[in-house]
């Protein structure tokens, strides 16, 4: 049994409130061995209070050694197993941009590309073409017209753009139209399987979009043909307020967090754009929801950079807000990472992700701070990702219990 | 592969005696933020001896958040998982009241209710008669006869009471017949699945059973009537014997405990009153079995009851027997329990539970007592109750290589 099955199951209602405030690729390196991490290194007076009456642990994204990107890390911390509900590349670029896909979508990332007098292509990326240049053209494609289905095209960046298609009994298993090389014309889409009705209408609807969008960009220099990449519908995820009872608001400054948390069908509040806004929205939204997502980007961000200080004030940002949630009294508070950044990497890693819980029935550890060694005491041990929402849950008393 | 498939290929056979003794809901919590659990406050001179040459952990009863009841709790420190066995309501109850319940049995709960002229319910618990009149009318239902099927009728308790058919290829996937008010018939028994021929089975018996038990029942001014709910039979569980190559024996108080320890296939020895008594009993039988399990109840009560206190004399006295045990000279000796009921929760809860393993290829860890807090330095880690007993027989020396 998955672990959000026996949840939908168990799960309870009560007037508790959750707050998850993810602090995105928080865990991190020390930059000599016997150093101190970025978490260990800022100055968290909110947190380190917070550990010593709460409980603290290690969360595994996915499995030990394995390095999340940003879907499958939110996947595991929002409950699910991120192994069995993978996110193709199509619905995570249309999620990335903040477009809210439905169950009906077909998402594609798509490609400019410049086709000579012969259809053959001679750039498979339109020659790099700037965005104030491809940004409108990419907007000229929503005039395709093809009966039935409803499309959205969708500028992304240079070259790249994004496409859905929305209409019932849409397949998804489509091969990409990209040959990988020039000197031969885009490929025709074709289903996977040939007995998959739903994907072969998805095969004649992106055949006429081709058709009618090379039309339109017909006499363009550089960006007169496109590739058709990555189709993909949305994952079949239960939404996450009826695996948990919660209703569920997610609060992010950046589109692809926005996306990952109404794939799981949160509702997305207010349009902040500083973590001050943030916190703002959450005191105004307080009264409406049980669960509250909050994401803080620049942690991410600073250590994607490899600036270890730059990452430590963003920790320290991220302190600074945890009184301001306090004062709102959530029945149980968690501060943890969707993964690890470690800024001396630059990257996404795989190390286990600090994680804070405090608020109602924690058994409090011996822990004194939050950081990631002291976190190796901590009183919830080691666990995957998707372990932490029926904790947060337990701790709520929002999951009653399994058998007699 | 299951744990148990895994242990079962691999068990081998020795002379080695394992004792599980077991301190039900030992696991607990501080009554202020930074105090002590109850386990924690309790003097506990043996087992804090044991936890310095022994061995500590922490066990998660079935996933981390979730609450276990008595069923699963115990299935996973008896080895199985619990997720994968469940134990329906109908052998629950007849568990729960020492029935040993076999492989060919259908069980029931049955309500008594009270009906009027035109067979409408007037009171769906039979104006919750008591236990006094209600058991003999219970027992007088034993005279219904079924060609071919054996009838057992237990009292419970009130207006409840068991019901177990026995005969080869009954099926236990029927709706219960409560219709869940009043002023309607009761509902007749229906198969899940129509095609289910076991079960279609078992709708035939139970049909003729509530005829002539209404014929018993006529003219009764409360209980003149009769519902049943959660037709179960018993999950279907390799032995303990076969599993382990142990011979096994329970010794318990409570019925609900021996039950369970019969549902694996365990040897219920004696019949103790108190905790004393079970020690006398393990005592008597020590040569004739390789594997003791052995169940105090009072420390669960007491934390049901929120009362902290005398769940901490509990733990004393569950303490004392430790030293009683020991002098039998077991192989490997563990102390847990199959859950946690905190006395400030006042009932079950999800928190880890604290192990201790001492005897035989121990590796000892740092801990120097047994208590929530120091069992997170232990050196058994935190790991789910069904990996307890494969290293309990591990230390045993009774589990061989896997591989070569």
Not at 116 to 139: F, H, M, Q, V, W
Not at 284 to 309: A, C, L, M
Request: aromatic share 8%; proline share 7%; net charge negative.
């Amino acid at each position: 049994m998955e672990i959000q099955d026996l949840v939908k199951r168990l799960k309870q209602k009560n007037d508790s409130k959750v707050v998850l405030f993810v602090s995105d690729g928080i865990g991190g390196l020390a930059q000599q061995p016997g150093g101190k991490t970025e978490l260990e290194t800022a100055a968290t007076p909110n947190l380190d209070r917070l550990a010593k009456i709460g409980v603290l642990g290690s969360s595994i994204p996915i499995k030990p050694g394995i390095t999340p990107g940003s879907g499958p890390g939110h996947l595991g911390i929002f409950g699910y197993d991120p192994l069995k509900h993978e996110i193709g590349r199509g619905v995570l670029e249309a999620t990335g941009i903040g477009f809210p896909v439905g169950s009906d979508d077909v998402c594609i990332r798509c490609n400019f590309c410049t086709l000579d007098a012969n259809r053959n292509i001679t750039d498979r990326r339109a020659g790099r073409i700037p965005t104030p240049e491809s940004a409108p053209l990419a907007e000229s494609l929503n005039a395709v017209k093809i009966p039935g289905v409803e499309i959205f095209v969708k500028p992304v960046q240079e070259h790249r753009f994004a496409v859905v298609f929305r209409a019932a009994g849409l397949g998804g298993n489509v091969y990409d139209t990209d040959p990988q090389k020039t000197g031969v014309p885009p490929l025709d889409p074709v289903a996977m399987d040939a007995n998959d009705t739903a994907s072969l209408k998805t095969v004649e609807v992106a055949k006429e979009f081709v058709r009618q969008a090379e039309k339109i960009l017909a006499g363009q220099p550089k960006a007169n043909g496109l590739t058709l990449r990555g189709f993909a519908k949305k994952p079949n995820i239960t939404p996450f307020e009826e695996v948990t009872g919660m209703r569920p608001a997610a609060i992010a400054v950046y589109p692809m967090y926005k996306g990952l948390a109404s794939l799981v069908g949160m509702t997305i509040e207010g349009m902040p754009k500083t973590i001050d806004e943030e916190i703002n929205v959450l005191e105004q939204v307080w009264d409406k929801y049980d669960f509250f997502f909050i994401h803080w980007k620049y942690t991410d961000s600073r250590g994607e950079d490899g600036n270890f200080d730059e990452k430590v004030k963003m920790i320290e940002k991220y302190d600074e807000m945890v009184a301001r949630i306090e004062k709102l009294g959530p029945t149980v508070f968690c501060s943890t990472g969707d993964h690890s950044t470690p800024a001396v990497m630059a990257g996404h890693s795989f190390h286990p992700v600090p994680v804070l819980v405090a608020g109602q029935n924690v058994r409090t550890d011996a822990c004194q701070c939050f950081g990631e060694t002291e976190c190796l005491k901590g009183g919830l041990g080691m666990f995957e990702a998707m372990y932490l929402m029926p904790q947060l849950m337990a701790f709520a008393g929002r999951l009653a219990k399994f058998g007699a």
